[in-house]
């Protein structure tokens, strides 16, 4: 999936400059550095917050645009000792955010493998860190979608003069397009899906 493919990315460019050796605890950001990166890859955690998660399309891009926004504002990079815990955490407050039936920070707690009052700390540094700044304009918003599947937007896109409204409901159509992929491929990935959270997952290092 593009979401993946552009995390992965991330990791290896922030890993690169780690040179393999953990971060630097100097900075508010270490809040999201484990001891050790989790055993679980970025696109299998990335499915288990699709598949048990069950947020909205609008929350999983919103999850992108606010790891990129932390990354600006707090000048960290992403690599794999904090890209599982700052996944959830974006994920967690894109789904508060964006829609309107959400879970718990327990459930959430459970489905990422962390300690509950541990995601809460993390959820209030990512606010502080971003200074609250959680709104996703829509011209940012289609120019993710369109990275993501940029053959399938392109083709959506509509001329400039039609309405706003329009442009929108292509745009989620997309992402709801691309997402239906994605549980399609994380279902033969995982197995037959159930609404049980394996209690294994642990990304407490």
């Given at each position: ?61 919103h999850m992108v645009v606010y790891i990129g926004r932390w990354r600006e504002r707090t000048g960290q990079d ?46 209030r540094a990512f606010l502080t860190q971003c200074d609250f700044d959680l709104y996703v304009s829509a011209e ?66």
């Amino acid at each position: 999936p593009g979401i993946a493919a552009l995390l992965h990315t991330m990791v290896c460019r922030g890993d690169a400059r780690l040179g393999g050796m953990p971060p630097a605890d100097d900075n508010d950001a270490v809040v999201f550095s484990g001891t050790e990166p989790p055993s679980m890859s970025v696109q299998d955690y990335i499915i288990r917050l699709f598949k048990y998660g069950l947020a909205s399309p609008e929350a999983y891009i919103h999850m992108v645009v606010y790891i990129g926004r932390w990354r600006e504002r707090t000048g960290q990079d992403l690599h794999s000792f904090n890209v599982h815990r700052l996944m959830l955490t974006v994920f967690v407050v894109a789904a508060k955010l964006r829609d309107d039936v959400y879970y718990s920070n327990a459930f959430y707690a459970e489905l990422g493998g962390v300690a509950q009052k541990e995601l809460s700390r993390m959820e209030r540094a990512f606010l502080t860190q971003c200074d609250f700044d959680l709104y996703v304009s829509a011209e940012e918003h289609a120019a993710l979608v369109d990275a993501l599947n940029r053959p399938l937007c392109a083709a959506l896109e509509p001329p400039a003069t039609r309405r706003k409204s329009l442009v929108m409901k292509k745009i989620k159509d997309c992402v709801a397009c691309q997402l239906r992929k994605f549980r399609k491929s994380s279902e033969q990935h995982s197995g037959s899906a159930s609404g049980h959270i394996d209690e294994s997952m642990d990304v407490t290092n």
